[in-house]
């Protein structure tokens, strides 16, 4: 039997001649260029007839009789008889392939959205300052982590979290944030996005309505969309969303997907009544409310505004948030704050859905926050974000003139410069990105009927040496679509 052509040119320059050897015979095999009952030559045989060590051929051999596609006893080794029996497959330019491709849901995944890459550029919205990282004070925690850990922080973290993580959010949320939690009432999860994915398929089933804001925060409903949820645009206006009894009666919802403290990315503040009337809303209708507390963290001006979660006791809310923006997003931590009645469950369907892990780094961030380096960092970033963006105000201002219209800006890291109609933001958007700059235009966030023109600056990572220049650059984008729409 010739079997030259198993070791025949090309061969793969980087796997190992035994690797090559088992998959040529297991692809003549499966393909029945092999027929089942052939009898293979003997291994001495076959590697002195291929110039090849025996090694080389048992190998081959016995991963393929582990496999079932070789039978090997005294008789000597042949091809088995599958129980799906091979057949010749046609030639490539022959074949009518029905092509390769992801589910349905997985559509909403590859809609066009902004290019993260954009993240390291000057105005990329949601970038934090790496720069002014507590280095020192997080090392020594992460070493003091490992020094004290035992065998569970190298396994599964345990249900709902790290207790020691729990406990000193629940002390962190109750002091700084006001909400009266305990540390049964919190999960740990991945960050905001794994909080919504989960959210959204342990509390919402297959075709169930879910309300997202409009503008909002596109990478909800990517969650939404991969969970089966149907998507319900809703406007935001001055106080945040505005839902219709239109909305009520045809869109009955689910699960509603908010950020009121800092919304995302107007920056608009949802006001006491409508928080209110919302909650008296979803206790009538069994609607869960999704309270993403968006860079609350960062406020500029007094206090945070009360989140909904604990406005009412016992109401359908869940709280999100997560250490993205307040340390850094590689970290992947974030919590949700459950209501007691679901809470034990949910961290137990929690620790089912997703194996968490990162005992090591959920144990330092425990360290971190009881010694007071978080509340210090905040601190130090709060007074540090609000100079930034006193001066971006201000190079804007004398940039553009008295014209320039700007919201947002009572927290968080970036505000809204609106456009004139006849500007389109994504042509200046784009513009921008060729000037170096990492603007979004304020309409990709938003859905039709909903129109908004205009621009997300983040300051986050706006360094003041380049602020200026940034300002510049934002201005010739500007002023080249302004031409250009003069000219046409």
């Known amino acids: 039997m010739e079997l030259d052509w198993l070791l025949a040119p090309p061969l793969p320059e980087t796997m190992p001649r035994q690797r090559v050897l088992y998959h040529r015979l297991r692809q003549a095999i499966l393909s029945g260029h092999i027929a089942p009952g052939t009898q293979l030559p003997a291994s001495r045989s076959l590697a002195s007839s291929l110039k090849i060590s025996r090694n080389t051929v048992l190998f081959a051999y016995e991963q393929l009789v582990a496999e079932g596609c070789l039978l090997a006893d005294r008789q000597g080794t042949r091809v088995a008889m599958l129980s799906v029996q091979p057949v010749m497959l046609p030639r490539k330019e022959d074949a009518n392939e029905v092509p390769l491709q992801l589910s349905v849901r997985a559509e909403v995944a590859l809609q066009p ?134 909305d009520w009666c045809e869109h009955p919802p689910r699960l509603i997907m908010i950020t009121p403290s800092h919304q995302y990315p107007t920056g608009r503040v949802m006001s006491l009544p409508r928080r209110l009337a919302l909650i008296e809303r979803a206790l009538q209708s069994g609607t869960w409310i999704i309270e993403d507390d968006y860079d609350s963290e960062f406020r500029r001006a007094g206090p945070a505004p009360p989140a909904l979660f604990g406005l009412k006791p016992d109401a359908p809310i869940v709280y999100i948030g997560t250490f993205s923006k307040t340390l850094y997003p590689g970290l992947r931590l974030g919590y949700l704050v459950l209501p007691h009645a679901i809470a034990a469950d949910f961290a137990r369907a929690t620790a089912q859905a997703t194996r968490p892990g990162q005992g090591i780094e959920q144990r330092a961030l425990a360290d971190f926050i009881r010694r007071g380096y978080y509340t210090a960092h905040l601190r130090r970033m709060r007074a540090r974000y609000t100079a930034r963006q006193i001066a971006l105000r201000a190079a804007l201002k004398e940039a553009f003139g008295p014209s320039l219209t700007l919201s947002g800006g009572e927290a968080g890291l970036h505000l809204v410069m609106w456009l004139p109609q006849e500007i389109r933001d994504t042509d200046v958007a784009t513009r921008a990105e060729a000037l170096g700059l990492g603007v979004r235009a304020l309409s990709s966030y938003t859905k039709a009927p909903m129109i908004c023109n205009g621009l997300v600056l983040g300051y986050g990572n706006l360094e003041e040496k380049m602020l200026l220049e940034g300002v510049r650059r934002l201005v010739l984008a500007v002023q080249s679509q302004n031409n250009n729409m003069h000219q046409s």
């Open 113 to 246: 959205g902004p290019a993260r890459e954009a993240a390291v550029l000057p105005f990329a919205p949601g970038t934090p300052d790496y720069s002014a990282f507590p280095f020192r004070s997080w090392r020594t925690c992460l070493e003091r982590a490992w020094r004290d850990a035992g065998w569970r922080q190298l396994g599964y973290a345990a249900h709902g979290g790290d207790p020691a993580l729990r406990e000193a959010l629940a002390g962190h949320l109750t002091t700084v944030r006001g909400l009266a939690v305990d540390a049964g009432q919190i999960v740990i999860t991945g960050g905001t996005q794994a909080a919504l994915d989960l959210c959204a398929r342990l509390l919402g089933d297959h075709g169930d309505v879910v309300w997202a804001e409009n503008p909002g925060y596109l990478a909800a409903r990517v969650a939404f969309g991969l969970a089966g949820l149907r998507v319900h645009d809703v406007p935001v206006d001055t106080e945040g969303l505005a839902p219709s009894d239109r």
